[in-house]
């Protein structure tokens, strides 16, 4: 019975969702051309159809799921819909299709991946795979707006790094499970502070220079960044020793520095982030930020209105400064809600996390939610000139289809671990009330 009452619930919510959708299209569509058709309401009908079939496809494989990730997720995708409609029509047709073959892959992950002991069992050749995926815009990528982050396979092109920040915490979720004690067993003091034997700092220098040579060859603060983040929360979560989190914090940073010394663009990107204004870049390399900025600042309290602002004007709109479109036109509570719906999303992951019985699913949930907490926090930073400006997408809300194909992964992958933890704790009950 409890099972169908979260299974209403999330149908509950994405009828919300649906009725809000449909009247975010139509203002764009009064806005665009003073009127609407039948033909301009099958774009919101197609991806409402798409997420009530993912609600049935949940309701009957894992019926006991967490009943809001999935909605949360939607509503993120939907408000990504209706922005990218609005600048380029063309574009969304192209988001509708990768929108379909991400839900594709997620219903897959519920079909086919309901025993993670297998992923565990191949950490190894997982966490190789994950480091080719990133080696290899680093010898075969291309560059966009600076940053060497694409494969050319054909007529398609892809970031393999949405590929391998998955893979990367699925490798560190088996590693950490196996190793954790060691890495929380401190044998020395420094400085009065009780710390672990230096060769147990071995993954941390490790991972250090993984991102430093990212930020090097790929010219991409923001994914080093991403990266380095995910790997210092599940250290964190595998050993709850905060040297960790302050070594970490101090060799990023030390890096960071270093790179800054040693190459133009990462002097540029600090430089746009400090004075943005300066009248000899404005035009130029602060572009970008500059007119972000603008467009926050215009929407105010309760936006433009759909349809009626120009977030045109700002370079890479429906990639990396979707979430200042949004401000223009949505305004300070459209942008406030977006954060709403990240917040809610990462506390029901960590509460999955906290139900997991076993050491590799509660560090695969945290490190999943991790990734998703710290890629929103870089580039809504970035955006609002919070922290330097980096290339990298909004989760389920930007323009395309390598990141919004990782996400839903990640999402399925969430809902297969929610289902895990509930079913366990049924038959623990049962068990329980038999003895």
Request: charged content about 10%; some cysteine.
């Given at each position: 019975?409890?099972?169908?009452?979260?299974?209403?619930?999330?149908l509950?919510l994405?009828?919300?969702l649906?009725?809000?959708?449909?009247?975010?299209?139509?203002?764009?569509?009064?806005?665009?051309?003073?009127?609407?058709?039948?033909?301009?309401l099958?774009?919101?009908?197609g991806?409402?159809?798409?997420?009530?079939?993912?609600?049935?496809?949940?309701?009957?494989?894992?019926?006991?799921a967490?009943?809001?990730?999935?909605?949360?997720?939607?509503?993120?995708?939907?408000i990504?819909?209706?922005?990218?409609?609005?600048?380029?029509?063309?574009?969304?047709?192209?988001q509708?299709?990768?929108?379909?073959?991400?839900?594709?892959?997620?219903?897959?992950?519920?079909?086919?991946?309901?025993?993670?002991?297998?992923?565990?069992?191949?950490?190894?050749?997982?966490?190789?795979?994950?480091?080719?995926?990133?080696?290899?815009?680093?010898?075969?990528?291309?560059?966009?707006?600076?940053?060497?982050?694409?494969?050319?396979?054909g007529?398609?092109?892809?970031?393999?790094?949405?590929?391998?920040?998955?893979?990367?915490?699925?490798?560190?979720?088996a590693?950490?499970a196996?190793?954790?004690?060691?890495?929380?067993?401190?044998?020395?003091?420094?400085?009065?502070?009780?710390?672990?034997?230096?060769?147990?700092?071995?993954?941390?220098?490790?991972m250090?220079?993984?991102?430093?040579?990212?930020?090097?060859?790929?010219?991409?603060l923001?994914?080093?960044?991403?990266?380095?983040?995910?790997?210092?929360?599940?250290?964190?979560?595998?050993t709850?020793?905060k040297?960790?989190?302050?070594?970490?914090?101090?060799?990023?940073?030390?890096?960071?520095?270093?790179?800054?010394?040693?190459?133009?663009?990462?002097?540029?990107?600090?430089?746009?982030?400090?004075?943005?204004?300066?009248?000899?870049?404005?035009?130029?390399?602060?572009?970008?930020?500059?007119?972000?900025l603008?467009?926050?600042?215009?929407?105010?309290?309760?936006?433009?209105?759909?349809?009626?602002?120009?977030?045109t004007?700002?370079?890479?709109?429906?990639?990396?400064f979707?979430f200042?479109?949004i401000?223009?036109?949505?305004?300070?509570l459209?942008?406030?809600?977006?954060?709403?719906l990240?917040?809610?999303?990462v506390?029901?992951?960590?509460?999955?996390?906290?139900l997991?019985?076993?050491?590799?699913?509660k560090?695969?949930?945290?490190?999943?939610?991790?990734?998703v907490?710290?890629?929103?926090?870089?580039?809504?930073?970035?955006?609002t000139?919070?922290?330097?400006?980096?290339?990298i997408?909004?989760?389920?809300?930007?323009?395309?289809?390598?990141?919004?194909?990782?996400?839903?992964?990640?999402?399925?992958?969430?809902?297969?671990?929610?289902?895990?933890?509930?079913?366990?704790?049924?038959?623990?009950l049962r068990?329980?009330a038999?003895?």
């Open positions: 019975m409890r099972k169908i009452k979260e299974r209403n619930r999330e509950a994405l009828i919300v649906a009725t809000l959708q449909f009247v975010g299209f139509i203002s764009v569509e009064m806005a665009k051309s003073g009127g609407i058709s039948a033909s301009s099958l774009y919101p009908a991806i409402s159809g798409i997420f009530f079939v993912i609600h049935f496809a949940i309701r009957f494989l894992t019926p006991r967490d009943p809001v990730l999935f909605p949360v997720a939607a509503g993120l995708t939907g990504g819909a209706i922005m990218i409609y609005r600048l380029d029509s063309g574009l969304a047709l192209e509708l299709t990768w929108l379909t073959v991400a839900c594709a892959a997620l219903v897959l992950v519920l079909l086919f991946l309901r025993s993670f002991e297998v992923l565990s069992r191949y950490k190894y050749t997982i966490g190789v795979l994950a480091l080719v995926l990133l080696a290899s815009t680093m010898v075969f990528g291309y560059e966009v707006n600076g940053a060497r982050l694409w494969l050319q396979i007529p398609m092109s892809f970031q393999p790094s949405e590929i391998a920040k998955l893979l990367l915490v699925v490798f560190l979720a590693f950490f196996e190793r954790y004690e060691l890495l929380s067993i401190a044998t020395h003091r420094v400085a009065g502070i009780p710390v672990p034997e230096l060769k147990y700092f071995i993954p941390l220098l490790a250090w220079g993984i991102t430093v040579l990212m930020m090097i060859y790929q010219r991409d923001g994914s080093s960044l991403l990266f380095f983040g995910i790997f210092i929360s599940m250290l964190y979560a595998a709850s020793r040297i960790y989190v302050f070594v970490g914090i101090g060799l990023f940073i030390l890096g960071a520095y270093l790179c800054y010394l040693g190459f133009s663009h990462v002097q540029i990107r600090v430089m746009t982030w400090l004075h943005p204004f300066n009248p000899a870049t404005i035009q130029s390399e602060s572009y970008q930020i500059t007119q972000s603008f467009a926050l600042s215009s929407g105010g309290l309760s936006g433009s209105g759909l349809g009626l602002g120009y977030p004007f700002i370079p890479s709109v429906t990639t990396d979707i200042s479109a401000g223009e036109e949505l305004g300070l459209g942008a406030v809600s977006i954060v709403i990240y917040v809610l999303f506390g029901r992951g960590v509460k999955v996390a906290l997991q019985t076993d050491d590799f699913s560090l695969l949930a945290v490190g999943l939610v991790s990734i907490a710290i890629q929103s926090f870089i580039i809504m930073g970035g955006v000139r919070l922290i330097p400006l980096t290339g997408t909004l989760p389920f809300v930007s323009y395309g289809g390598s990141s919004l194909l990782a996400n839903f992964v990640l999402l399925g992958l969430l809902l297969v671990l929610s289902q895990k933890s509930a079913s366990t704790n049924v038959m623990s068990e329980g038999r003895h």
